[in-house]
């Protein structure tokens, strides 16, 4: 089910009603059966698989306990633990190689897949105790809010939540709405708005141009963090609604200043997760910097391929790769060289978002060489059409060029604004709930009509992956 199609805004209410209305030890039985039915939406292969690798997870993490707690005898518990652990790994990673392959469309198998693995991962290495109770551990794996597009929550965090009876609280619903709000505006006022002049460019670079393809890149940066942030502030805010926090996967990433700081900004659950489970694991930096290098390379590949199997996918993370590696030879050196000043922080946040926004060509682009004809298009055929031929191949109208400021300048807005901003205590802080309130709820309300009635089309973007 999609966050912005109508059965959600059916399911949704009908489902915080019920769960503040029923006693609070069946809650998690509601939110259960709430979950699948989101995630079917109809298809009971989504729903075999999602209890699948449930039931594998808990069952290697059970048998990984008994073997810890000394409960498999004669010395074996080490070799019996190291053996669920890799039947864990197994059919977990093999599920989602296999079903990333192209032909095959799992929305958010990479999400619950590595949520399921860093259970098992922490239970084997005794951070946390396997938990005992099925329904509860797989509400964890399916909690719907989360389920399809992350964050990807830690076992610490979501599962004692998931086990708590919460009471109701007036704060948590007014910063759930705000959240809900602010979420839906980036993804059907800004993401879905932009996404029809990115597709005019990369459905045919060649004809787009140079200039076509950085205007359409630049769009694409914005559709992409607006998409996917935009999920995860309406899972934050679905989620706090019913009395759960969820943690923040974005922070302003487009204004970082370097490579490294994008990503502590980006996609934060993911970054964490590789940092924790792949990175560390193989050393980090403490084996020297050669393996260290090798440690950067591996991980950011890995990222690029987790998005899809694909070369371009893997171009993307391993630019990144590569930029990440030269910022952890380079910074040292420069930073007991130079100061702090102004003009450096702006050109590094300036040539920082200049390679974020060029590698997103290798993420865009449907194949690997259609990269590489759009990057061909910019250093041999940048102005070759001209400002005014190259918006009208990318169909910008002259409406579009007033809506468009518009619509960034409130997305501007609505990012500095703090998500309390619906606890009002003042006339002021009224008034500019009111004022945001009104605006946002009828430009979504115009945006999704009109998307329907063009054709349904506002998937998220990360359902993909």
Known sequence: MNFTSLEFLVFFPVVLLIYWRMPGRGRWLLLLAASYLFYMDGSLLLGALLLFTTGMSYTAAVR???????????????????????AALTCCLGSLFLFK???????????????????????????????????????????????????????????????????????????????????????????DYLAAFVDAVYAAPEKAGGLGVVIGTVFFAVQIYCDFSGYTDIARGAALMLGVRLMENFKNPYGAHNIREFWQRWHISLTKWFTDYVYIPLGGSRRGKLAHCRNIWIVFLLSGLWHGLSWNYAAWGLMHGTCFVLYTLYAPRRAGSCGEGGVRRVSSRIVTLSFVCFSWIFFRAESIGAAGQAIGQIVFHFA???????????????????????????????????????????????????????????????????????DGGNTFIYFRF
């Open 64 to 86: 990984i306990g008994q073997a810890r707690n000394g409960q498999i005898q004669n010395g074996e518990g080490k070799g019996f633990a190291k053996v669920w652990m890799a």
């Open 384 to 454: 070759d059409q001209g400002i005014l031929r190259t918006l009208q191949r990318m169909q910008l109208q002259g409406i579009d060029l007033f809506l468009l400021p518009l619509a960034l300048f409130c997305l501007r807005l609505a990012e500095r604004t703090p998500d309390t901003v619906f606890r009002v205590t003042t006339v002021e802080e009224t008034a500019k709930a009111a004022f945001l309130g009104f605006y946002m709820v009828n430009t979504i309300a115009v945006s999704w009509l009109i998307r329907m009635a063009a």
């Open 101 to 191: 392959r192209e032909g095959f469309l799992v929305a958010g198998i990479s999400f619950y897949t590595f949520q399921t693995l860093a259970y098992v991962l922490d239970v084997y290495h005794g951070r946390i105790p396997p938990e005992r109770h099925f329904g509860y551990y797989a509400l964890f794996v399916s909690f719907f809010p989360q389920l399809v597009a992350g964050p990807i929550e830690r076992t610490e965090n979501l599962l004692p939540q998931l086990k708590k009876v919460h009471a109701w609280n007036r704060d948590n619903l007014a910063d759930g709405c705000w959240l809900l709000l602010r979420g839906f505006y980036k993804k059907l006022a800004v993401a």
